[in-house]
């Protein structure tokens, strides 16, 4: 006799399979790109280290920083390399952006020249914090399998975004007007991902990217008010969010970002701005 029917014959009904469970919960996980910088004064690097550690939202929040450790004026300098294992011994993530001292595309370079960089960043961090990193983000979203290969034989998984805030450096243009309808837009888009439980659930949480660029004066002034923007677009979005919104714990922060990795190059996640169009 079927499972059904025995429950049936004792009056009882049937455990119904759940359907429409609803998703977990939104964290939101804070990375950083193409930092540290290396100004001797009001460096924007420091200032957000010292919001996130200190802030009406959430105090002590953790965040992925992705750094160039041999850019000519940031990873690369004494200030820099201090403001890494800064980092590190604040509880940060500390991951790999590049080893160059330009922010040179990964998809541009030999195999040869790839994998002799990702070592150089991966002994560059070792050397600074005691710690091999785990995460590394493609300079411009450029990747494909062979760098794919690449991040893996040096230990590393590859994390995008799942929001960004399009504030990377551009000289001249140091602002912008749309910090608010842009991260509408984006989590707009992502809430369909975690609507339909696309998403990873990782220690009862649904972690959601959010990319920003430490090197730029803009956001270290306003990396408050974009923090203030992401809770206000969720609640609009009736997108439930943890009862920490941040993440506060390296390990947290680590497991949730992990879960978040791209590994085939078969994937076809949304990349920022037009970046989809030129390299998918």
Not at 98 to 103: I, M, R
Not at 169 to 174: A, Q, V
């Amino acid at each position: 006799m079927s499972l059904l029917l025995s429950n049936a014959a004792a009056g009882q009904d049937a455990p119904a399979p759940a359907r429409n469970a609803a998703p977990a919960p939104v964290r939101f996980l804070l990375t950083f790109d193409d930092g540290p910088a290396a100004a001797d004064s009001d460096n924007p690097t420091v200032h957000i280290l010292e919001t996130l550690a200190r802030n009406p939202l959430q105090d002590n929040i953790k965040a992925v920083f992705f750094t160039q450790t041999r850019a000519w004026h940031g990873g690369g300098t004494e200030t820099g390399r201090a403001l890494i294992k800064r980092e590190h011994d604040e509880g940060h993530i500390v991951a790999l952006h590049s080893a160059t001292l330009f922010h040179s595309n990964h998809r541009f370079m030999s195999k040869k020249t790839l994998d002799e960089s990702m070592q150089k960043g991966v002994d560059d961090l070792v050397g600074v914090t005691g710690v091999a990193p785990k995460l590394v983000r493609p300079p411009f979203w450029a990747y494909d399998a062979e760098t794919l290969e690449s991040y893996r034989q040096h230990g590393m998984r590859m994390l995008l975004t799942d929001l960004n805030a399009n504030d990377g450096k551009i000289y001249g243009i140091n602002f912008s007007w749309h910090k608010r309808s842009n991260m509408l837009t984006h989590l707009a888009e992502t809430r369909k991902r975690w609507a339909a439980g696309a998403m990873p659930v990782v220690d009862g949480s649904t972690p959601v990217v959010v990319t920003f660029h430490d090197v730029n004066t803009y956001t270290s002034r306003h990396i408050q008010e974009y923090m203030d923007i992401l809770i206000d677009v969720a609640r609009e979005l009736d997108v439930p969010l943890a009862a920490k919104p941040f993440y506060d714990d390296r390990d947290e922060l680590e497991r949730a970002a992990l879960a978040s990795t791209v590994t085939s190059a078969d994937a076809k996640p949304q990349l920022p701005g037009l970046w989809n169009w030129l390299w998918q």
